[in-house]
């Protein structure tokens, strides 16, 4: 009788050799074993188009929520790399099928989970393989797109562990994914033009504070404050000159010595006249702080935080107008 | 769209951040102010000129003459509404106060046709005389009923200089008394 030893039971019997010592199963093992579950390892997933650390952060978080189903009987990837090492394999560019069985194999495992996770324009693409160690065939996979703030992809990539194992995500999981990005951003909403604008509304100067430009929003704020006290003492003025008005036409009124009437008119007038002189210039501040908030405004806007949601629903046309040359133009734009 | 509406509300609120200047005609209404009566000087009128008081109350009202010259002498009669007002007092006016001679002052009150007669005259030759703006007299009354009242000068008014040729009288001010 010829015994005929598969190649994962011939791993297997290499690994109990080697590993000898860490072979003892834990009951908790044992009991995940007989309830038919199976052994699985989750590779990196490959960068293409992000950054390979932010993958690597992203394959752990996908490996906690494959844990958190428990459908699996998950290898430690602290462990797993180690094993990896110390056998000389280089897990980075191991991204093919073929390699996920070869891992898998020394490893020890049923099951292999690799994926990549890759940018399109504003787009991310995550796609996710179970690959049985056995056969080789791929057991199942998923795929997501997503498009938002890059600490979105931390909940997609929550949803899609569930979806391998063909699961249904938590409900809290999927509201998390409703709410997108501001979940792992403290509920902190990202910057937009609309909120540097109306920033800008309430106060001169503090849209360009939030859009982290602060020497023209200080500069703003100031220039606004500086017009605000002219204005403001011009009002002052007024209301000065008025009450000399308001004096000198009482005496007006009640003297009846010719010399004083002249002598009272003349000095109405001059505090009319004065009144007059103290409200165009309260008119002309007012306007000017009228019009540096308006232009506030329309800068806060125009130099507010552009994100790249916003930037991808830009419109193709657009009317602008030129500082070098002063002159408003239209421009079409569309991808080559 | 609701941003633009905004900002334009808070440039009009600036826009709009004016005050009120009183006109300028229309403003000086002393009925002393040569420049501004609407008749020719010389002239008699009351001063005030418009009067508010209230039924049962007390007030003066000054006899004026104004822009005349070389003043020696006068006769004023005016006519008041006996229902609703009643004399207190007369007293020589302040235009005389810087004369030489205290002038002789004469005055007659008629109760029954509401009329008073009022006479300003310097003794002896000396060719005394006053001239400007001034109160001649100024008289008491009592307000008795409530209701308008005008104090109104008679045509026969006089003013003469010291050879007794009379100073044409170019214009009359009328008085009010309002008793509310």
């Keep these: 009788m010829v015994l005929r030893l598969t190649p994962a039971l011939l791993i297997f019997i290499f690994n109990t050799y080697l590993f000898g010592q860490n072979t003892t199963l834990t ?297 070098s040359t002063n002159q408003i133009q239209l421009s079409w734009e569309f991808p080559l | 769209m609701n941003y633009l509406k905004y900002s334009l509300s808070f440039f009009l609120f600036f826009m709009a951040c004016q005050n009120e200047i009183p006109p300028e005609d229309g403003v000086f209404d002393n009925p002393l102010d040569e420049e501004e009566v609407e008749y020719e000087t010389p002239a008699l009128t009351f001063y005030p000129i418009e009067i508010n008081t209230s039924p049962g109350g007390s007030f003066p009202i000054d006899v004026f003459v104004l822009g005349v010259e070389d003043l020696a002498g006068s006769y004023v009669q005016f006519q008041y509404d006996k229902s609703k007002l009643q004399v207190v007092s007369i007293n020589v006016g302040s235009f005389f106060n810087d004369a030489s001679q205290a002038p002789i002052f004469m005055t007659d009150i008629d109760d029954n046709n509401g009329i008073i007669h009022l006479n300003t005259s310097f003794l002896g030759s000396d060719s005394i005389t006053v001239a400007g703006t001034g109160s001649l007299a100024q008289i008491v009354f009592t307000s008795l009923s409530a209701g308008e009242s005008n104090l109104t000068f008679d045509t026969t008014c006089e003013l003469v200089d010291p050879e007794d040729v009379a100073i044409e009288i170019k214009g009359f001010g009328e008085g009010v008394v309002h008793a509310n």
């Design chain 1, 27 to 323: 009951d908790e093992t044992k009991q995940l074993l007989s309830e038919g579950k199976k052994t699985t390892a989750v590779l990196d997933f490959e960068a293409r188009g992000i950054n390979p650390k932010e993958a690597a952060t992203l394959t752990d978080r996908f490996s906690s929520a494959l844990g958190k189903t428990n459908a699996v009987i998950l290898v430690q990837r602290t462990m797993m790399k180690e094993i990896l090492e110390e056998q000389g394999f280089q897990q980075t560019g191991c991204t093919s099928d073929e390699c996920a069985v070869e891992v898998g194999a020394l490893l020890g495992c049923q099951y292999m989970i690799s994926g990549a996770i890759g940018k399109i324009g504003s787009s991310y693409t995550i796609d996710v393989k179970n690959v049985s160690v056995e056969s080789g065939a791929t057991e199942n996979s998923q795929s997501a797109t997503y498009a938002g703030p890059k600490d979105g992809l931390i909940v997609e990539i929550e949803v899609l562990a569930w979806r391998i194992m063909n699961l249904e995500p938590p409900q809290d999981l999927i509201e998390r994914q409703k709410k997108g990005a501001q979940v792992y951003t403290g509920g902190e909403k990202p910057k937009t033009q609309m909120g540097a604008l109306m920033r800008s509304l309430v106060m001169p100067g503090f849209g360009q504070i939030y859009s982290g430009k602060k020497g023209a929003g200080y500069t703003l704020f100031l220039l606004e404050a500086g017009i605000l006290g002219m204005a403001a003492k011009s009002n002052s003025d007024y209301t000065s000159f008025q009450t000399e008005y308001n004096t000198q036409l009482t005496n007006y009124q009640s003297a009846t010595v010719p010399a004083d009437i002249a002598n009272y008119k003349v000095l109405v007038d001059e505090a009319r006249n004065n009144m007059t002189k103290a409200n165009d210039q309260l008119m002309l501040f007012s306007a000017t702080a009228g019009g540096v908030w308006l232009i506030n405004t329309i800068h806060a806007f125009l130099t507010g935080p552009k994100n790249e949601d916003e930037a991808s629903n830009a419109r193709p046309l657009q009317l602008a107008i030129t500082p």
